[in-house]
């Protein structure tokens, strides 16, 4: 499995911005799909952004736009960088490392961002 530590989250102004990095531990990352997930008070964990090995991504539409994922191949560690913070950006943020064919699921411990209005 791969072992994952989230970093950078806090206090942040409506408007404002914030980079998350996970560094991950094994040499799965590389070939791995890595994805930032976030789950609010109340409600399901839902994807936020996500990038392949091969570097494609893909967002939900509440933050195209505003934030850009991004991944260090070289350090194992993926970021995620959120411009125009919204306060309904507030939630845990989880790391995500998956490999199908590996069968690696493995996920962070979080970090909570929080946007102040």
């Known amino acids: 499995q791969v072992q994952l530590v989230e970093s950078g989250g806090g206090l942040v102004q409506a408007g404002g911005s914030l980079r998350l990095s996970c560094a991950a531990s094994?040499?799965?990352?590389?070939?791995?799909?890595m994805g930032w997930y976030r789950q609010a008070p109340g409600k399901q964990r839902e994807l936020v952004a996500a990038?392949?090995?091969?570097?494609?991504?893909n967002y939900a539409d509440s933050v195209k736009g505003r934030f850009t994922i991004s991944r260090d191949n070289a350090k194992n560690t993926v970021y995620l960088q959120m411009n125009s913070l919204k306060p309904e950006d507030t939630a845990v943020y989880y790391c995500?490392?998956?490999?199908?064919?590996?069968?690696?699921?493995?996920w962070g411990q979080g970090t909570q961002v929080t946007v102040s209005s």
């Open positions: 995500n490392c998956n490999n199908r064919i590996w069968k690696i699921d493995s």
């Open positions: 094994g040499s799965a990352f590389e070939i791995s799909t």
């Open positions: 990038i392949t090995s091969g570097g494609t991504t």
